[in-house]
């Protein structure tokens, strides 16, 4: 009982002399700081060392599943793929048609007696329009600054395959035109024919046509006209009326782009073969000048800048393969003045 009171009566001197020299608790507050930092610094240091140990598994896992994604982009899971393409193309669709319904897109309007190259064997064996869809950035970049950066650029695009180019251009906020000899792709909503369905046509570009403006009904003139490995694909006899629907289009001022393919493209199982006209430059540019088109120079593109020919896209020829060219042309009578 003694040594109870003498150890109650020692505790309680002790609280005596702590308050009266730390009447606000100081030190305990203080060493509750220092506990908690020591807690604190303990749990960072066993952390530290737990991430240490995993961090090898940790980098496997993270490894393992962008794997798992490049494999299901580039085709392991084709209907993955299949679905996220629809998904934007969905989004991408309703941009596209509200951009129409409040007057910021105008529609052009097809008319011609020929709605398909019926007699053409791109569209009686169809290749390049079920497999192309090109697309290429650093060539919009070009025409752009070909045209001093000038908005509202009108492009039209023969031979247009899946209309990459006439997507990526109106996404830019330019007017654009794809107008396609087979009916492949709208048939199959290939490419963009399901995205632009009112800026993708089909008719025979050998074939008398005019496209005019659903807003004001007057014929529209285009900037840039551009065909990307089309002309080898027509026959001698008709190059003529084509580049004489191109005259009717092109804008004062106006470009016409091309890329040509100068070797034979044909199947040795079946016979077929889809290049027609298969001729060097200096052929090209007479027959050109005879039409009332000269080259030029004056313009940015570099030999990679290009739609096709510059290893773009699949299947696609370089510069340095000597397989074929890209010309820059312009009315004789504006080059000359």
């Known amino acids: 009982m003694l040594s109870t009171i003498a150890t109650a009566t020692k505790r309680g001197l002790w609280n005596l002399a702590r308050l009266a020299t730390d009447p606000l608790g100081r030190r305990q507050v203080t060493r509750q700081a220092h506990l908690t930092r020591v807690a604190t610094h303990d749990r960072a240091v066993w952390l530290q060392q737990v991430l240490t140990e995993h961090a090898e598994t940790t980098h496997k896992l993270v490894v393992e599943q962008a794997e798992r994604t490049r494999t299901a982009v580039a085709g392991g899971d084709e209907w993955k793929v299949l679905e996220l393409e629809t998904l934007l193309r969905f989004l991408r669709k309703n941009e596209y048609l509200t951009a129409i319904r409040t007057g910021e897109l105008d529609v052009p309007e097809l008319h011609t ?14 290749r390049g329009a079920k497999q192309d869809n090109s697309i290429c950035l650093r060539f919009n970049q070009r025409l752009y600054q070909l045209f001093r950066h000038k908005p509202g650029l009108k492009v039209l695009d023969l031979g247009c395959a899946g209309g990459g180019l006439v997507r990526t251009l109106i996404d830019d906020g330019h007017f654009a035109v794809g107008l396609e000899g087979s009916d492949y792709p709208r048939l199959n909503q290939f490419g963009e024919w399901g995205t632009i369905p009112h800026h993708l046509h089909t008719c025979d570009i050998t074939k008398p046509y005019t ?20 002309m080898e694909h027509i026959p001698e006899d ?6 004489k629907n191109i ?25 077929v073969a889809w290049h027609r006209t298969v001729q060097p430059r200096e052929w090209w540019e007479a027959k050109f000048a005879a039409l009332g088109f000269v080259t030029s120079g004056d313009h940015p593109f570099g030999p990679y800048d290009w739609l096709r020919g510059s290893g773009n896209g699949r299947y696609d020829w ?7 060219f890209h010309i820059a042309l312009r009315r004789a009578c504006e080059v000359r003045s």
């Open 238 to 243: 008709r190059i003529e009326p084509l580049m």
């Open 211 to 230: 496209l005019t403006s659903r807003t004001t009904q007057q014929r529209i003139k285009f900037d840039a006209i551009t065909a990307w490995e089309v």
């Open 318 to 324: 370089k510069p340095e393969d000597s397989m074929g």
């Open 113 to 126: 007696k020929h709605p398909v190259a019926a007699d053409s064997i791109d569209t009686i064996h169809p």
């Open 247 to 271: 005259a009717c289009h092109l804008a004062p001022g106006g470009w016409v782009l091309f890329s040509i393919a100068t070797f034979l493209d044909w199947s040795p199982t079946t016979g």
